[in-house]
């Protein structure tokens, strides 16, 4: 498995906005996150360092803290920091993926059964954006977010990592407290047993 670490760029900012608005999510892991380093692994890695771009392919792993996204492929878009006009300071500040002197992310794009969780939240969708610049996290197509017993679906989440609110289109499915027998399966993730006395 390849491996690359990724470190914040600046200082941790400690996010002082409520916890429980809108819609339970492990995506806000990455905020409460944000002063811990990021780690990624994958089966391969492809950097076009013409075009600023890596390509992470194959059980993609990404772990800041507690929180973790697993997904088939994940493109990282960076900025050289170096360079007149580069990275803004709302970046993420990474170990070189294309090669030497020092590059800022400015957005991740994940593809293929995207899985975000954090202790017991779990947030699926079939693709996942993060942007730096606005500094929010939207999942598209299936989502389907779960909190110990509850689960909230619909077609589309919008998470600003700044302010905790989340926001969910489509149709709007929310379930508090899940079947006694039964368990929610996610978008690539397989069924677990439920476990009858």
Do not use: C, W
Request: proline share 7%; glycine share 12%.
């Amino acid at each position: 498995m390849l491996g690359v670490l990724v470190a914040t760029g600046a200082p941790a900012q400690k996010n002082t906005a409520p916890q429980n608005q809108g819609p339970p999510n492990a995506l806000q892991g990455f905020s409460q996150n944000r002063d811990q380093p990021v780690k990624i692994q994958s089966d391969t890695l492809s950097v076009r360092q013409k075009d600023n771009v890596a390509t992470f392919t194959g059980n993609v792993i990404v772990t800041q803290g507690d929180t973790e996204m697993r997904s088939k492929v994940l493109v990282v878009y960076y900025v050289d920091a170096n360079k007149p006009g580069g990275a803004p300071a709302t970046t993420m500040k990474t170990a070189s993926p294309g090669g030497s002197g020092e590059q800022q992310i400015r957005r991740i794009e994940a593809t293929g059964g995207v899985l975000v969780t954090q202790k017991e939240q779990n947030a699926a969708g079939d693709t996942g954006v993060f942007d730096m610049q606005s500094n929010t996290v939207t999942l598209n197509g299936n989502v389907v977010v779960t909190r110990g017993k509850d689960v909230v679906r619909g077609q589309r989440m919008v998470v600003d990592l700044t302010t905790g609110v989340s926001h969910v289109d489509g149709r709007v499915d929310m379930l508090l407290g899940a079947p006694p027998n039964g368990e929610v399966t996610l978008p690539g993730s397989s069924p677990r047993p439920s476990h009858a006395n």
